[in-house]
């Protein structure tokens, strides 16, 4: 069974930085391109960024670029988001997701909350 | 970017009536089209792919059409589970992008 279990959400003032992470499980990560998706409260999905199964080849929403970095461990089972310079507007729940080829999202986590605020 | 329209953006309809939600896209997309239903508190789950394509052990009721710029997501009888958010996204470019979601209710 294909499990996903985000971390590392937290309430924080905006400028920090924090990172994410998401255990995989129940499939050979190394195989899969990589997502996170975000969704502020009450409002609809928003793609954040992906990175390819080898980790060569990362892919950032405009909104993100520059102030999040996406990197993975596949000897952990691992994928992570590092967040720096964060605005109110950061404020969401954030997803992992597994990608199935050519770009479509199979499976989801259960997200985990990032708050910005002072 | 390629923008990606869903109409209406709320439905209210009895159980048993067929439900059709509209994701239109800014640009060609050919296929590329997958969408998701998000029960309230929960994550979003994999419908349909490639258009019309039915995920492994969705519903029979659920289907999808279309192609280009226009595609439709059909419950051809709704039934009280199936209240949810349902979102469009696209991957036939970067970034991939979503719809706003249509949120379907049981009237």
């Known amino acids: 069974e294909v499990q996903l279990v985000e971390s590392g959400g937290v309430v924080i003032q905006p400028g920090g930085s924090l990172r994410l992470s998401c255990a995989a499980s129940?499939?050979?990560?190394?195989?899969?391109?990589m997502y996170w998706v975000r969704q502020a409260p009450g409002r609809g999905l928003e793609w954040v960024s992906l990175?390819?199964?080898?980790?060569?080849?990362?892919y950032y929403a405009d909104s993100v670029k520059g102030r999040f970095t996406i990197s993975r461990d596949n000897r952990k089972n691992s994928l992570y988001l590092q967040m720096s310079n964060l605005r109110a507007e950061d404020t969401a729940l954030y997803y992992c997701?597994?990608?199935?080829?050519?770009?479509?999202?199979?499976?989801w986590g259960q997200g985990t909350l990032v708050t910005v605020s002072s | 970017d390629i923008q990606m329209t869903q109409s209406p953006s709320t439905l209210s309809a009895s159980v048993g009536d067929r439900v059709t939600i509209t994701c239109r896209a800014s640009?060609?997309?050919?296929?590329?089209l997958a969408w998701y239903q998000q029960k309230p508190g929960k994550a979003p789950k994999l419908l349909i792919y490639?258009?019309?394509t039915l995920q492994t052990g969705v519903p029979s009721r659920f289907s999808g059409i279309g192609s280009g710029t226009e595609f439709t997501l059909t419950i051809s009888s709704l039934q009280p589970e199936d209240l949810a958010t349902y979102h469009c996204q696209q991957y036939h470019n970067y970034p991939r992008t979503f719809g706003g979601g249509t949120k379907v209710d049981i009237k």
């Open positions: 997701a597994k990608g199935a080829p050519p770009g479509y999202l199979d499976y």
């Open positions: 640009q060609n997309i050919n296929i590329w």
């Open positions: 129940g499939f050979t990560f190394d195989d899969y391109t």
């Open positions: 990175i390819s199964w080898d980790g060569a080849n990362t």
């Open positions: 490639k258009a019309s």
